[in-house]
C-alpha cells in the first residue's frame, strides 16, 4: 500500500509540474500576443481623405485640428520677390579685350618705352585677367550679393544705359582695378599704371553675364525658407466637385503629419494606453477559449499556432496598408477594400479548430477595421462576411489544392456584397467597382497562394495533424502501407475494418474521426517484422506457435508494438500515430497464452509472472486512442464468433468494453459513460454490416 501511496504521489506531483509549466508558456504567449497588438495598436496610421491632382473631389473635406502646412505658392511668391531685388550684372566682352591686348603689345613694342618691356608685358596679362574677372552691378545687387555671403571682390558699382553700344568705363573703376592689381601680383604701379592708361581711354562692349545672375537667383531663391500657413479646425479645405490643386494636396498632408502628431506616440500615457487596451483584447480572448473552446484553451500547441497566425495577420496587413500609402498612384483609393480576415480565418480553422476561427474572425474584423486607415465600416462588413464564408467552406477541406475553391467561394460571395455598396450610392456600374472586383480577386489569389504555402510550414513547427495530412496518409501507395498489403494482407484487412469502425464511433461522439481511420491503418505496422506469427496472415496453413511456448508466443505477440514504433520513427510518422502503435493495446494481458501458461503450470497461477504477458503499455490517453482499442479488439475477437447477430455482438462488444474498464485501461482517455455507451453501440451498428450474412444461394444444376 506504501508503494503505491507513492507512485499515486508522484503521479500528482508529476501533473502539478506540468501544469505549472503550462501555465507558464500560456503566459509567454499571452505576453507576445499583448505586445505585438500593443505595436500593432499604437503605431496605426492616420487616416485622411486621399484627393489626386487634377479631379474633382468627390466630398467636401473640413480641417480636423489646427495645423500648419507648407504653403507653396507663399513660398514661390516670397522667392520671386527676392529673386527680382537681384539686378543685371555685366561684364567686358572678352573677345575685345584680346584683341585689344594684342594692339597694346605690338604699340609697346615700337613705342620702346622707357620703363622695362617684361614689366609691361607682366602688368598687361595681370590688367588683362582682371578686366576678364571684373562685374558690374547697381548698389542693390551687390548687398544682396554681401546677404549670401557671397564675394564681391570683382565686383563694381556700375549700370551702362544702353549696353548695346560700346562705352567708356568710369575713372573709379579703373583706379580700383590699378589698386587690386597692384596688391594682388605685386608688380611694378608704374607699368601697371602705363597699361591702365592705355586702356581706359578706350570704349568698351559690356554684355551681361547671364550664367552668373542664373546662379546667384538660384541661391537666393534656395535661401527663402518654405512659407508655411496656419488652417483653423473647422475650415474648409476643398469644396465638393472642386478641382484638385497641389494647394490642396499639401493642406491634407499637413493635417496628415498634424494628426500623427498629436497622438504623441513616444509619450509614456499613451504607450501605456496601447498596452491596456492590448493587455484588455488578450484577457477577453482568455475568457472566451476557457469557456468556449477548452480543447484550444488546454493545448500550448493550438494557442501557439492561434497566436502565430494572428500576429502574421497582423504583419501581413501593416505591410500591405504601408505599401497602398506609399505608393505614388494612391492605390488605396483603387483597392478599397483588402481581404486580410479569410487568411486568418482558414488557416486556424484548419489548424486548431471552427471554433476559434469564428473568433478570431469577428476580433480581427473589428481590429482591423478600427486601426488600418481604410474605410472603417465597408471594410468590417467585407472581411466579416468573408472571413465566415471561409470558415463555413473550409469545414471540409480534405486536399491542399481545395484551398484554391475555397478563396474562390470567398470572392464570389464578394460580388454582391460590392453591388449592394455602388447600389446604396445609386450608382449601377462604374469603375471603382470593376476595380474593387479585380482587387478583391487577387486578394484571394495571394490568399490561397500564402494559405498553401504555410500550411506545411506551421504543421511542421507545431507537430500539427490537420486533415489534409491526414488525407495526404491515406494514401494506398504509402510505402508503408503497400507493404502491409502485400506482406501481411491479414493484418491490412483487419486496419481496414478497424479504421472504419473507429472512424464512425469517433464521429458519432464528437471526436476527430479521420484522425481514427487513419491512424488504424498504422497501428499493427510492427507486423511486418513476423507476419507469419498472428492468425490473420496464417490463411488457415500451419500455426508456427504450435512449436513455440507459451512466453515465447507471447513475447512475439507483444514485440510488434515496440518494433511497429520503431519503423514508424524509421519513416518519420507523426508522433500522434506512434502514440495509437504504444497505446492500442494498453497494458492488457495476452490472455490466451497466459492462460496456457497457467494451464501447464497445473492451474497454479502465483508460478506465473502475470508482467510477463501484458503489453508494456501506455493505457490510452485520448478518447481516439480508447477507441481504436475497442475497435481493434471487437474486431479481432468477432472473427471467432460462430454466428453473427445483434445480441451477439452486443454480447461481445460488451464483454470486451468490460474487461478493459475493469483493467483501468479507460482512466486516462476522458472517455465518459454516456460517450463509451455511443461508442458500443456504434461499434455493433457497423460491424453487423462488416460481417452480415448472405442468403445461400441454391446450386445450379
Known sequence: MANAGDQHEEKVSVKERLKADN???????????????????????????????????????????????????????????????????????????????????????????????EQIYTAAKSVERAMEQARFADNRTLQKIRQMNLSTQNYHVYTPYNHADEVTLPDSFWRELSSRVIQTNGGSAGAVEYVVSHFRTDPWMIEEDTAVQRQLRQVVGSSIADRYTKVRAGSRIIDQGEKVTMRHISIMQGMKKALAEKRNVWQPLTIISSLLFALVMVILGTVYFRLFCKDVYHSLQKLAIFATVFIVTLCVAKAAEYFLLETSHHLIEVVRYPLFVPFAAILICILVGHHAALFSVVFLSVLLGVTLAVDHNRFLIMNLVTGIVAIIATRDVRKRKEVFAVCGKVWLTCLPILVAFNFAQNILWDVPLAADVFSTLCFMLITAVFVVGFLPILESIFRVMTDITLVEY??????????????????????????????????????????????????????????????????????????????????????????????????????????????????????????????????????????????????????????????????????????????????????????KAEEGQFDECQLTFEELGIVKRTIMKNLAVTRHLRVKFPERR
Not at 571 to 587: A, C, V, Y
Open 474 to 659: 491515406m494514401d494506398p501507395n504509402n510505402e508503408l502501407l503497400r507493404r502491409l498489403s502485400i506482406e501481411a494482407p491479414g493484418t491490412y484487412q483487419h486496419s481496414l475494418v478497424v479504421g472504419s469502425l473507429s472512424e464512425a464511433a469517433a464521429q458519432a461522439i464528437g471526436a476527430n474521426g479521420l484522425f481514427c481511420r487513419v491512424a488504424s491503418l498504422y497501428h499493427d505496422i510492427g507486423k511486418l517484422f513476423n507476419p507469419h506469427y498472428f492468425t490473420e496472415n496464417q490463411m488457415g496453413g500451419f500455426n508456427i506457435h504450435q512449436l513455440l511456448t507459451p512466453l515465447e508466443s507471447t513475447q512475439v505477440i507483444i514485440a510488434h508494438v515496440p518494433e511497429g514504433e520503431s519503423l514508424a520513427k524509421q519513416h518519420n510518422l507523426p508522433h500522434t500515430f506512434i502514440d495509437i502503435i504504444k497505446e492500442h493495446h494498453g497494458t492488457t494481458l495476452v490472455y490466451f497464452f497466459y492462460s496456457k501458461q497457467v494451464e501447464q503450470m497445473g492451474g497454479d497461477v502465483d508460478q506465473v509472472d502475470e508482467k510477463q504477458f501484458r503489453y508494456q503499455g501506455p493505457k490510452p490517453r485520448t478518447k481516439e486512442s480508447a477507441i481504436i482499442m475497442i475497435s481493434d479488439s471487437v474486431e479481432a475477437a468477432s472473427r471467432s464468433l460462430d454466428e453473427i447477430t445483434e445480441e451477439t455482438l452486443t454480447e461481445l462488444i460488451d464483454r470486451v468494453v468490460s474487461d
Open 23 to 117: 501555465l507558464g508558456w500560456r503566459l509567454l504567449i499571452g505576453l507576445l500576443l499583448t505586445l505585438c497588438l500593443a505595436l500593432f495598436l499604437h503605431f496605426r496610421e492616420v487616416r485622411v481623405e486621399v484627393l489626386e491632382l487634377d479631379t474633382n473631389a468627390k466630398n467636401y473635406v473640413v480641417a480636423q485640428v489646427d495645423f500648419e502646412f507648407p504653403d507653396d505658392e507663399s513660398t514661390i511668391i516670397f522667392r520671386q520677390d527676392a529673386i527680382r531685388e537681384v539686378g543685371s550684372i555685366y561684364k567686358i566682352d572678352e573677345k575685345q579685350i584680346d584683341e585689344r591686348a594684342a594692339q597694346f603689345d605690338n604699340e609697346v613694342s615700337k613705342s620702346q618705352p622707357n620703363l622695362d618691356l
